[in-house]
């Protein structure tokens, strides 16, 4: 009984520190640091840093605290399948040096194609680059679903490229990577294709990532085609500058807030402005704005 008495003591006497402790900072600045910490904002080397070479664009990224890369094919920082073991772990090297996280690739692969000689070639390079995702201590591979022609069946299309998914997904499970399929092309960045892809993804890896179009505010509006989606998103979201056009930002971040979002929100910019660096610092200032 004794014993007990002194953990009891103990234990309120922790929490009273711990309590007072908390009150030395305003409630509501302590709740929206909780909130930040959930979402992650990196960048898409799309535009903004495909001339960047691989030293460059980590020095960049840390300067401006967008800690957070997705790597784009064919850009001037070289990372390819064509890497030697040696070179990727150089890779890997530079990024476990330094703050930023090598989120993955952003490869340009997809599967709609009616030629069974395009659509193996397609698979295959997916898969050499899940390899190289491995190699470099990434964590997955963002893909495109990527055209539905009109000439063929859509339906059959649309199993096409679940069925690729599938396969595609089912290799990177053994190199613990995420299959990102990006919210792109004609007609299959709408939605409801989407839906009816997904409907068909078995590969519990194979994941959405979502990809901030104007067809995300087609009938029945945002909301309802984000409720429709969200149970397959993953780890990576794609975002164009805040601060330009009209897509919803502040809608969807509620959206993303109310079902607790962990993930990498990727600055996908499309913009060429005269600064880059302080350009970045501003999208990070408004992101943080809106995950408040």
């Known amino acids: 009984m004794e014993v007990e008495k002194i953990h009891r003591r103990t234990f309120l006497k922790n929490t009273v520190l711990i309590t007072g402790s908390l009150g030395l900072l305003p409630f509501s600045s302590a ?18 840093g495909k001339d960047w070479d691989l030293p460059t664009l980590i020095s960049n990224c840390e300067k401006t605290g967008v800690l957070g890369v997705e790597l784009r094919t064919q850009h001037a920082h070289g990372v390819e399948s064509g890497l030697s073991k040696a070179q990727r772990e150089e890779v890997k090297k530079r990024f476990t040096d330094s703050p930023v996280t090598c989120l993955g690739y952003g490869s340009n692969y997809e599967y709609h194609s009616p030629d069974p000689e395009k659509l193996k070639q397609n698979i295959e390079g997916t898969k050499a680059y899940i390899q190289l995702c491995h190699d470099i201590g990434a964590t997955g591979i963002k893909v495109k679903p990527n055209y539905l022609p009109p000439e063929i069946p859509r339906e059959k299309t649309i199993s096409q490229i679940a069925a690729s998914f599938n396969e595609v997904g089912k290799f990177a499970q053994d190199y613990g990577q995420e299959i990102r399929v990006e919210v792109h092309g004609q007609y299959t960045q709408e939605l409801p294709v989407m839906k009816a892809i997904f409907d068909q993804v078995t590969e519990p890896n194979v994941k959405i990532c979502w ?69 970045l610092r501003e999208q990070l200032e408004l992101f943080n704005a809106l995950v408040k």
């Open 211 to 279: 990809n901030c179009n104007e067809e995300d505010l087609l009938s029945p509006g945002l909301e309802a085609n984000f409720h429709s989606v969200k149970k397959w998103f993953g780890d990576t979201v794609h975002v164009r500058e805040f601060n330009v056009g009209n897509y919803p930002y502040p809608d969807l971040f509620r959206l993303f807030k109310e079902m607790d979002y962990e993930g990498w929100i990727l600055l996908e910019a499309r913009t060429k402005p005269a600064d880059r660096i302080e350009a």
């Open 31 to 48: 709740l929206s640091a909780e909130k930040r910490s959930k979402m992650h904002f990196g960048l898409v080397t799309y535009e903004w």
